[in-house]
């Protein structure tokens, strides 16, 4: 048992770190054809996925297994990342805050798996929301000299109470009527903050300050590297709170409960379920993860405006949850890598960059309409019933 025991954790984590240094080498790649036949081998590595099914099931059930030592390994990878990013790939700094965008659409990818994918709730403003957050912690930071400490978690609650709103009367929407009105509220909302003079109108919101946590200054360069390394560790903290809360949620009854909504409401309000008190609790729950999303964007950039809020920032969220795997934590994950590293990347050949992303998104959506990583089905354990 020992030995096995000993070999899975070998197979973990030559696959974690293969996957740690490809990502290396997908960083260094300038080379618009070597790029090209870099995104081909990961196709490649998919087909061969479905062609040699029992090996890869078989190297899934390995991490299954040994879940907590492949979480342990894969955090020191990312512990270590600004390090060795730094020896190995050029422009390391502009990689480094691509990678922090990715964790920050993460967290707001999640808050909205959790409302459209787990409970079926389809917010179509989801950058509305992550730009509330923004624009309160900007603005509190500014004319209130507030810290970071308070204007962050504010910035989410803010959030949560436009999320409020915004439900209270629209609660007896269904569906596609529901979607409607979020995406007309996305709208109201750039067009709002265009026209609104206290928060800066079109030209936004300049000089939001930094996180000062507990008198350290984010601006500061630890260890010789650059000042990104300070958020990008704090964004990760951030970013592994929100999926033990999400992950928690999701294994519990509460998770059952928004799935039985999601899949059949009438039969779960038959039973007896609130239906409308536990999409207001969803709405509120993922709202205020993309605003602490929000409020990290702002502190961080200093510069916030309209721009960065519209409905292709709503879309691009949407697009993270639909790639990656509606109602799955890691596809989510996955999705946002994806969707924020590659196009970056894609920047080398502007003129064929959209041609090539939607050319992913429509083969993903031919081939793999359930994600990348699709939700299974729930093993029901006696625990939960006992909780519920």
Same mark, same amino acid.
């Given at each position: 048992m020992k030995k096995s025991s000993f070999f899975d954790k070998f197979i973990i984590a030559l696959v974690e770190l293969i996957v740690y240094f490809y990502l290396m080498i997908f960083?260094?790649?300038?080379? &618009?054809?070597?790029?090209?036949?870099?995104?081909?081998?990961? &196709?490649?590595?998919?087909?061969l996925s479905k062609k040699y099914k029992k090996t890869f099931d078989y190297i899934t059930n390995i991490f299954n297994k040994n879940s907590k030592f492949a979480t342990f390994f894969i955090v020191i990878l990312l512990i270590l990342f600004p390090f060795v990013s730094k020896l190995i790939v050029p422009l390391y700094i502009y990689w480094l805050l691509i990678t922090i965008q990715?964790?920050?659409?993460?967290? &707001?990818?999640?808050?909205?798996?959790?409302?459209? $994918?787990?409970? $079926?709730?389809?917010n179509l403003s989801s950058a509305a929301f992550y730009g509330v957050g923004a624009y309160t912690a900007g603005y509190l930071a500014l004319h209130y000299k507030l810290p970071a400490i308070l204007t962050i978690p504010i910035g989410g609650i803010a959030a949560s109470i436009f999320g409020l709103l915004l439900f209270i009367p629209i609660f007896r929407t269904r569906g596609q009527y529901f979607a409607l009105i979020t995406l007309a509220f996305g709208y109201m909302f750039v067009l709002s903050l265009n026209n609104l003079d206290f928060v800066g109108g079109p030209q936004g919101l300049k000089n939001v300050p930094p996180i000062n946590l507990f008198g350290y200054n984010f601006q500061k360069a630890p260890f010789g590297t650059h000042f990104y390394v300070n958020y990008y560790y704090f964004v990760l903290i951030i970013l592994f709170i929100t999926l033990f809360v999400f992950q928690r949620l999701y294994n519990s009854w509460i998770g059952l409960t928004l799935n039985y909504i999601r899949d059949d409401e009438p039969a779960a309000k038959g039973c007896g379920v609130s239906t409308n008190i536990w999409k207001l609790m969803t709405l509120l729950i993922g709202n205020f993860f993309m605003g602490v999303g929000g409020a990290i964007y702002a502190h961080m950039i200093g510069f916030i405006s309209p721009p960065n809020f519209t409905l292709t920032i709503s879309l691009l969220i949407i697009s993270i949850v639909l790639l990656g795997g509606s109602d799955n934590i890691i596809g989510v994950l996955v999705g946002a890598f994806i969707l924020v590293l590659v196009p970056e990347k894609l920047r080398v050949i502007t003129e064929y960059r959209v041609m090539l992303y939607g050319l992913l998104i429509v083969l993903i959506l031919?081939?793999? !309409?359930? $994600?990348?990583? !699709?939700?299974k089905e729930r093993k029901y354990h006696e625990s939960i019933?006992?909780?519920?």
């Open positions: 960083f260094r790649i300038e080379s &618009v054809w070597i790029l090209i036949i870099t995104i081909l081998l990961l &196709v490649v590595i998919f087909y990715t964790f920050i659409f993460s967290i &707001v990818a999640l808050g909205l798996n959790f409302q459209a $994918g787990t409970t $079926g709730v389809m031919i081939f793999r !309409p359930k $994600g990348l990583i !699709p939700f019933a006992k909780e519920s």
